[in-house]
C-alpha cells in the first residue's frame, strides 16, 4: 500500500509538472497577430504580409492581413483584431503621426504592436522609441541611390552641370524626407549643382500622383536635355519615368534609380527595350514581412521584446542582375 501510495504521488507531482509546459504550448498554438499595411495593392507589401503568414503557418500562429489606407480604417482594423483574440499586430501606418492614438487603441484592448518600414512619431515629431521599429535606413539608401546616378551620369559621359534632377519629394513622411535627403546630399558630394535640382511634390506614394508632380517641371525646365530622377520608391520614379518619356526624353536621357525592389522594378526590368529606369536600390521586402512578424510573435508567447529601432540597407538592382538579386534577398 505504501508503494501503491508513492506512486500515485509521483504521478501526480508529474502531472503537475507538466501544466506549464502544456500551457505555454497552447498559448503559443493559440497566438493571433494582424498585419496591417498601409497600401495593399502594393507588390512591396503583398510581399511582406504574404512572409508573415508563411512564418506563421510555419511556427503555428495566425496571421490576420488588413489594411490600413487612412486613421479611421486602422482603428477599425484594430478592433477587428480585437474581436477575433489577436494578442498584438505589426502595422505600416498610413501617417506616422498616428502613433500615439494606434498606441492607445492598442493598449486598451491589451495588444502589443510594433512599425515595420515607417516609425511612430509622437507630437513634438519624435520617434517612439517605446515602439520596437523595424525599417531600412532611410538616408543610407537614399545615399546609395545618389551614388549609383552620380556614377551612371560619369559613365555616361554627361556634363554635370547641363543635368536636371527630379526629386519626388513628400516631406510629411520622415522616412521619405530621409531618403531623398540622402540621394541629394550624395549628388551635391559628387559635384551636382543645387539650383540644377526641381521638387515635385506628391501627394501620396503612388505612380499615379508621382507622374501628376513631375508633369509640371518637365514642361517648365525644358531646357534640358539629361534628367536624373529619385523618390521615396520605385513607384514614384517610375511616375517621373512615364512623364519624361511623355516630354519626348528616351532611356538615354534618363536615369531614375528607385528604392524597395518589387514587383513594379521586376515589371519594368522585363520590358522588351530599357526604359528611364535605370534601378533600385533593393531591400528584402520578405525578410522585413517574416522578421517584424517573428519578433511581435517572440514578445508575445516569450516576453521578449524587440530591439527599439532594427535598420536595414539594400543592395543595386538594375535591369542586368535583377533576378539574381530577386534570389539573393528573396523577392
Known sequence: MRSLRKLKTLAI???????????????????????IVKKPEQAWFINEQSAATELGKKDGF?????????????????????SQGAQGFVICPPDVR???????????????????????????????????????SGYKIGQQVGNTIAKQ????GWDMDDV????????????????????????????FKKDNIFDAPQQNTD??????????????????????????????????????????????????VGINGSGAA?????REKPTGFYGTIAVSSTMHGRQSAKNLYNWITEGEKPPANTQ???KLMTRDNWQQVRDELGL
Not at 501544466?19 to 497566438?31: C, I, K, R, V, Y
Not at 495566425?62 to 480585437?82: R, Y
Not at 512623364?243 to 538615354?252: F, N, P
Not at 521586376?266 to 522585363?270: H, L, P
Request: with cysteine; net charge negative.
Open 13 to 35: 507531482s508529474a502531472s503537475f509538472a507538466c501544466l506549464p509546459l502544456m500551457s505555454a504550448h497552447a498559448a503559443q498554438e493559440d497566438t493571433t497577430i494582424g498585419f
Open 153 to 156: 551620369i560619369k559613365a555616361r
Open 62 to 82: 495566425e496571421v490576420v492581413k488588413l489594411s490600413g489606407v487612412d486613421g479611421q480604417e486602422v482603428l477599425s482594423a484594430i478592433d477587428n483584431l480585437h
Open 207 to 256: 505612380t499615379s500622383s508621382a507622374f501628376a508632380a513631375a508633369s509640371p517641371v518637365f514642361s517648365k525646365q525644358s531646357k534640358y536635355k539629361h534628367w536624373v530622377i529619385y523618390a521615396l520608391n520605385e513607384e514614384s520614379v517610375l511616375g517621373g519615368v512615364r512623364a519624361s518619356e511623355q516630354y519626348g526624353l528616351t532611356a538615354d536621357d534618363v536615369i531614375g
Open 266 to 270: 521586376f515589371a519594368e526590368f522585363s
Open 312 to 314: 536595414t540597407t539594400g
Open 98 to 136: 498616428l502613433g500615439p492614438v494606434i498606441k492607445r487603441r492598442a493598449e486598451q484592448y491589451d495588444m502589443k504592436v510594433v512599425t515595420v518600414d515607417d516609425r511612430f512619431v509622437n507630437a513634438d515629431g519624435e520617434p517612439m522609441k517605446d515602439v520596437p521599429h523595424l525599417g531600412m
Open 164 to 191: 536636371a534632377a527630379l526629386r519626388i519629394s513628400n516631406y510629411e513622411l520622415p522616412t521619405a524626407k530621409e531618403r531623398t535627403d540622402g540621394a541629394t546630399d550624395a549628388l551635391m558630394d559628387a559635384g
